[in-house]
């Protein structure tokens, strides 16, 4: 690999305008007036305080503190010009508390202390300032201290514990804009809007889905927005000033190959290159050696493609499931996950090694450790004096799905009851615990709930009508899918024809139908026919509908060597649209894509079902055909459409008895 830089950019800026919000944080703290340092802005654009939710920094949405003292400890990105002075929140107290408090501290310094209002919601605000920096975070620890009212057992609040929500991060000061092209990429980022030309060639759209995937991928916990604009013809990008935390990019082809960061005091930087070097390019910016790239224009040359093989075996801790343990009274449980798209493929017959330990019982008590999943025991042993065990637990098929949450519990008996008397137990599961599974074909959970893992570790891309629109909609997809992984997807854009052909996994744009016979999508429409597949080829159900439904689609399908995922519509690209911008709106709707279509039709919102299995549950239910029929109401979406119930019923009583057979 090699990698030229070229004009060296002026330093200083970026380290003196964080230097000069740190310290700006402190004297704020003390009230006392701030005098701003050469580097700062100018007094129209004062520093200010900038609340950035803890999502959006990947800590989650809620910070919990069980039992009468707990300590949380989070690490803070340093930000350009900017430096964490608070965190804020509203806290949800405990029952039956007369006093509590809660104290920032870094590395053994206390930083503040507020006393909690007795008040069931109340907002809080704890400083960060003197907190120290260590390489470019600042690591504090929060820590509660509660005390009940007199007679009441502090362990009674396990199931109601402290919870700090609508927590945010302060970050004080002015954002210090991009000067070179290792900086551009910031730790936080809100907001990507790449530039596009409005006739893209394939290598600029190609560019465009795979810098989506890699970004998404590079800020996996925080919910970043990604934006596709076009250029129209004599306009030159960009067409706004960017937001806080808001990066601009533009896409083109040329000969003029590598990377520039232009545009004064509000940057964008331009990525161009021809069919064989634009992509080297791309797979710079977003990997680490970007921060090699400290000038304002740079250039890769030959960046290799790492190779993605998914394991046969694996450990607790490779998946992402570093601190396996826990300390409670009586029950205590230790919850970890089976990432699926961590595996890197659709698994199953998934066997886990669980070792480690727990504080050894008394003579006088007894107690079982059971391994779980949701409501089902899957196994279970009376626990051994030494504390220790060891033992493989192999997780039913049935039970799988994209992320599957085990629980290990530490159940005692013969407990002494009485608040203080009972010991606590500390249960500790080794994060090296190896994890061993098979490639499941066709892949267990099907349907949307297969994706990414049944997309890895390439994938193809085809649109039916190349150039901006379908770009964009292939773009919206492999963001919608890659929000579900850390473990960045490689889409290859391909003609339309070699992806229906191929064997690879793939996902197919085609906004106005016509998909070739080839595949064979769950839900489908012919004429004023509508088309139910079910889990066999040749289970088909038809119903007419008059007027025929107009409806956009992302199903879904197996095509008995791959899956493929399709952006489709009835001749009505408007519904596909509306249900990719409603998805990539939340980014906890893509942790809902499951079964096999998601359907946006009239003015409904898009929701996910099932429509064979919709069948067989209605005959179930019923059996008749005077029964309400709930596919019939779901698709119908108000729309006054006619239905042939004693057909619908028909096709449904074959398809339960095909399905019992």
Same mark, same amino acid.
């Given at each position: 690999?090699?990698?030229?830089?070229?004009?060296?950019?002026? /330093?200083?800026?970026?380290?003196?305008?964080?230097?000069? @919000?740190?310290?700006?944080?402190?004297?704020?703290?003390?009230?006392?007036?701030?005098?701003?340092?050469?580097?700062?802005?100018?007094?129209?654009?004062?520093?200010?305080?900038?609340?950035? *939710?803890?999502?959006?920094?990947?800590?989650?949405?809620?910070?919990?503190?069980?039992?009468?003292?707990?300590?949380?400890?989070?690490?803070?990105?340093?930000? *350009?010009?900017?430096?964490?002075?608070?965190?804020?929140?509203?806290?949800?107290?405990?029952?039956?508390?007369?006093?509590?408090?809660?104290?920032?501290?870094?590395? +053994?310094?206390?930083?503040?202390?507020?006393?909690?209002?007795?008040?069931? /919601?109340?907002?809080?605000?704890?400083?960060?300032?003197?907190?120290?920096?260590?390489?470019?975070?600042?690591?504090?620890?929060?820590?509660?201290?509660?005390?009940?009212?007199?007679?009441?057992?502090?362990?009674?609040?396990?199931?109601?514990?402290?919870?700090?929500?609508?927590?945010?991060?302060?970050?004080?000061?002015?954002?210090?804009?991009?000067?070179?092209?290792?900086? &551009?990429?910031?730790?936080?980022?809100? /907001?990507?809007?790449?530039?596009? *030309?409005?006739?893209?060639?394939?290598?600029?759209?190609?560019?465009?889905? $795979?810098?989506?995937?890699?970004?998404? @991928? =590079?800020?996996?916990?925080?919910?970043?927005?990604?934006?596709?604009?076009?250029?129209?013809?004599?306009?030159?990008?960009?067409?706004?000033?960017?937001?806080?935390?808001?990066?601009?990019?533009?896409?083109?082809?040329?000969?003029?190959?590598?990377?520039?960061?232009?545009?004064?005091?509000?940057?964008?930087?331009?990525?161009?290159?021809?069919?064989?070097?634009?992509?080297?390019?791309?797979?710079?910016?977003?990997?680490?050696?970007?921060?090699?790239?400290?000038?304002?224009?740079?250039?890769?040359?030959?960046?290799?493609?790492?190779? +993605?093989?998914?394991?046969?075996?694996?450990?607790?801790?490779?998946?992402?499931?570093?601190?396996?343990?826990?300390? @409670?009274?009586?029950?205590?449980?230790?919850? #970890?996950?089976?990432?699926?798209?961590?595996?890197?493929?659709?698994?199953?017959?998934?066997?886990?090694?669980?070792?480690?330990?727990?504080?050894?019982?008394?003579?006088?008590?007894?107690?079982?450790?059971?391994?779980?999943?949701?409501? =089902?025991?899957? @196994?279970?042993?009376?626990?051994?004096?030494?504390?220790?065990?060891?033992?493989?637990?192999?997780?039913?098929?049935?039970?799988?799905?994209? &992320?599957?949450?085990?629980?290990?519990?530490?159940?005692? $008996?013969?407990?002494?009851?009485?608040?203080?008397?009972?010991?606590?137990?500390?249960?500790?599961?080794?994060?090296?615990?190896?994890? +061993?599974?098979?490639?499941?074909?066709?892949?267990?959970?099907?349907?949307?709930?297969?994706?990414?893992? %049944?997309?890895?570790?390439?994938?193809?891309?085809?649109?039916?009508?190349?150039?901006?629109?379908?770009?964009?909609?292939?773009?919206?997809?492999?963001?919608?899918?890659? =929000?579900?992984?850390?473990?960045?997807?490689?889409?290859?854009?391909?003609?339309?024809?070699?992806?229906? /052909?191929?064997?690879?996994?793939?996902?197919?744009?085609?906004?106005?139908?016509?998909?070739?016979?080839?595949?064979?999508?769950?839900?489908? =429409?012919?004429?004023?026919?509508?088309?139910?597949?079910?889990?066999? %080829?040749? !289970?088909?159900?038809?119903?007419? !509908?008059?007027?025929?439904?107009? #409806?956009?689609?992302?199903?879904?399908?197996?095509?008995?060597?791959?899956?493929?995922?399709?952006?489709?519509?009835?001749?009505?690209?408007?519904?596909?649209?509306?249900?990719?911008?409603?998805?990539?709106?939340?980014?906890?709707?893509?942790?809902?894509?499951?079964?096999?279509?998601?359907?946006?039709?009239?003015?409904?919102?898009?929701?996910?079902?099932?429509?064979?299995?919709?069948?067989?549950?209605?005959?179930?239910?019923?059996?008749?055909?005077?029964?309400?029929?709930?596919? %019939?109401?779901?698709?119908?979406?108000?729309?006054?459409? %006619?239905?042939?119930?004693?057909?619908?019923?028909?096709?449904?009583?074959?398809?339960?008895?095909?399905?019992?057979?």
């Amino acid at each position: 690999m090699i990698l030229r830089v070229f004009r060296s950019a002026t /330093r200083g800026p970026a380290a003196r305008g964080l230097c000069t @919000a740190a310290f700006a944080a402190a004297i704020t703290a003390l009230a006392l007036p701030v005098t701003p340092a050469p580097g700062l802005p100018a007094a129209n654009a004062a520093p200010a305080d900038n609340p950035i *939710p803890l999502q959006s920094l990947g800590l989650g949405k809620a910070l919990l503190f069980p039992g009468r003292e707990h300590e949380v400890t989070l690490t803070l990105p340093l930000l *350009p010009g900017l430096a964490p002075a608070a965190i804020t929140g509203t806290v949800q107290l405990p029952p039956t508390l007369t006093h509590g408090t809660l104290e920032a501290r870094s590395a +053994q310094r206390l930083l503040d202390r507020v006393n909690l209002p007795l008040d069931p /919601r109340a907002p809080v605000r704890i400083s960060l300032a003197g907190a120290e920096v260590v390489g470019n975070a600042v690591s504090v620890s929060l820590t509660s201290s509660l005390l009940p009212e007199s007679g009441i057992c502090p362990d009674d609040w396990q199931g109601q514990p402290l919870t700090l929500t609508d927590a945010s991060v302060v970050y004080f000061g002015e954002e210090t804009q991009p000067t070179t092209v290792a900086e &551009f990429l910031p730790p936080v980022l809100n /907001r990507l809007t790449m530039y596009l *030309p409005a006739n893209p060639s394939d290598t600029e759209s190609a560019a465009v889905l $795979a810098l989506s995937a890699a970004a998404t @991928a =590079r800020y996996a916990n925080q919910p970043v927005a990604v934006d596709i604009r076009r250029i129209e013809s004599g306009a030159t990008p960009p067409d706004h000033p960017p937001a806080f935390l808001e990066r601009q990019i533009v896409i083109q082809e040329g000969s003029d190959t590598g990377l520039r960061v232009t545009g004064g005091p509000a940057p964008s930087l331009t990525v161009s290159g021809d069919k064989n070097s634009l992509p080297t390019q791309i797979r710079l910016l977003t990997s680490d050696l970007s921060r090699a790239a400290m000038a304002g224009s740079a250039t890769a040359i030959g960046l290799p493609v790492a190779p +993605q093989l998914a394991p046969e075996s694996t450990t607790l801790q490779e998946l992402g499931q570093g601190r396996l343990s826990a300390t @409670a009274i009586g029950y205590v449980k230790v919850d #970890f996950a089976i990432d699926m798209t961590r595996l890197g493929r659709p698994s199953k017959n998934v066997r886990v090694h669980l070792h480690g330990n727990h504080t050894p019982l008394p003579d006088t008590l007894n107690g079982q450790l059971a391994v779980t999943i949701g409501d =089902r025991q899957i @196994a279970a042993r009376p626990v051994v004096s030494s504390g220790r065990f060891d033992q493989w637990v192999t997780i039913p098929n049935e039970l799988l799905t994209r &992320f599957t949450t085990v629980s290990v519990t530490l159940q005692q $008996a013969g407990l002494t009851h009485g608040c203080g008397l009972e010991q606590p137990v500390t249960l500790t599961i080794d994060p090296d615990g190896e994890v +061993q599974g098979q490639l499941s074909k066709p892949p267990v959970p099907g349907g949307l709930g297969a994706v990414p893992q %049944a997309l890895m570790p390439q994938l193809q891309v085809g649109l039916q009508t190349p150039g901006f629109a379908d770009t964009v909609r292939a773009a919206q997809i492999l963001v919608a899918v890659q =929000r579900l992984t850390a473990v960045p997807l490689r889409p290859q854009l391909v003609s339309f024809d070699t992806a229906v /052909r191929s064997d690879q996994p793939a996902v197919l744009v085609a906004a106005n139908g016509g998909l070739p016979s080839s595949i064979t999508l769950p839900l489908d =429409r012919s004429g004023d026919t509508l088309i139910v597949y079910g889990d066999d %080829a040749d !289970l088909e159900t038809k119903i007419d !509908l008059k007027p025929p439904l107009s #409806f956009g689609s992302l199903q879904a399908t197996w095509t008995g060597k791959r899956m493929v995922v399709v952006g489709t519509s009835t001749q009505a690209p408007e519904h596909l649209d509306r249900l990719l911008n409603w998805l990539l709106a939340d980014p906890d709707r893509s942790f809902r894509l499951a079964g096999p279509v998601l359907l946006q039709a009239g003015d409904r919102d898009p929701e996910f079902f099932d429509p064979a299995a919709d069948l067989a549950q209605q005959v179930t239910a019923s059996g008749t055909e005077d029964s309400p029929i709930p596919l %019939a109401r779901r698709l119908a979406l108000g729309g006054g459409v %006619a239905l042939a119930a004693g057909l619908v019923v028909a096709a449904g009583i074959l398809l339960q008895r095909r399905r019992n057979r």
